[in-house]
């Protein structure tokens, strides 16, 4: 096989054989084949496409580039959860919990932050003392004495994931969507759990700026979870505004502790019980939406959920105490108050602008590199449609950076846009897929 005929072959649209594709995809991750043939293939893929049967094979040639989690020593079904990423999107510390407390399994690999969306690690890891670098066999015992774990990526998954999309962010070719449900995919595929939910997100924070792309990268996920014999449910859900108030590492796990004890922002509150009512469908523990939100309500209201919080924070080392002392968590040294040159009612909000003042504040990650702050971060005072006056806060800044205020300040001010007339907010869910098909909500 040469690499020349298959870039040819997808340049003229055609279709390529499983066997071709793992020759590339083996090929670019040991080094055999160079980066300036699957550049021009990527870009080939980019333009002409792939068949689904091509997406699946790609999916499971990347999944076999690397290790596979064994989570069978784990009994139940383990259903894993994956964000498309947004801003403010603490949904895996609210979640993860709560479902535990149900008595689904968790367990959990997720990531660190780049540009303007955070990453659950670093916000875990802004609780003084928790450890999210643990070994597979202790992650496995984590969730078999406590119900959930939640680390950073342990052993060699998708190695040909990682080369591949560090050259798609070279060569404009990121934004494809199967290229992107693949990449997704295979790394959820390779973390091992039976079932998966994912939560797409769609607006002006997000990947897919619009509910349709949305729509049709849910649907391209759910059905490799179909070629590959996964349960997948997909939720589409907004990312026009930040997810609750708070953007930045700390600043979200209190707001998500104060979730979990019941006094949290509605936005995020409703997003869990929804995203959770799916899990517990997926783990076959109830029938319908409706009575899994019911299950996770209870958990909630008996403090149940918080209580499976504090176990995890102290199964990974974490000073548990923070659920009760927030002054426990890295403090910043300045907070200022931005406030609003006119009155009216909020129209708009730039959660991607709203992401790089966080960014900006200390609270993310310019490189894979940068080192950050996790006492950083905005807290939004005002979200789409609430009536604000002359002179009142949109937003509060955390920083340590004392020269960067006015530029943050100026991020803020420039995300809102206030309007005369009052203003309908935007539905939290668009809809679900899954191997029914889609359901526009
Ligand atoms: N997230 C991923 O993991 N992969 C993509 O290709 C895009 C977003």
Redesign the pocket.
Known sequence: MRMYDIIAKKRDGMELTGDEIEFWVKGYTNGTIPDYQISALLMAIFLKGMSKREIVDLTMSMVESGEILDLSNISGIKVDKHS??GVGDKTTLVLGPLVASAGVPVAKMS?RGLGHTGGTIDKLESIPGFNTQIDQKKFIDCVNKVGIAIVGQTGNLVPA?KKI?AL?DVTAT???IP??????MS?KIAAGSDAILLDVKTGSGA?MKDVDTAFELAREMVEIGMGVGKDVIAVISDMDQPLGYAVGNSLEVMEAIDTLKGTGPQDLTDLCLTLGAYMLILSKKVHSVEEGKVILNEKLQSGEALQKLSQLIESQGGAKAVINNYNLFPQAKYIVDVHSATEGYISHIDSEKIGIASLVSGAGRVTKESSIDLSAGIVLNKKLGDNVAKNEALATIYTNNESKINEIAGLILTSYRITGEPVQANNLIYGVVDKNGMQKF
Do not use: M, Q, W
């Open positions: 498309t990423g990531g994931d999309y798609r990121v934004n494809n290229l992107i449900a693949s990449s997704i790394k990947f």
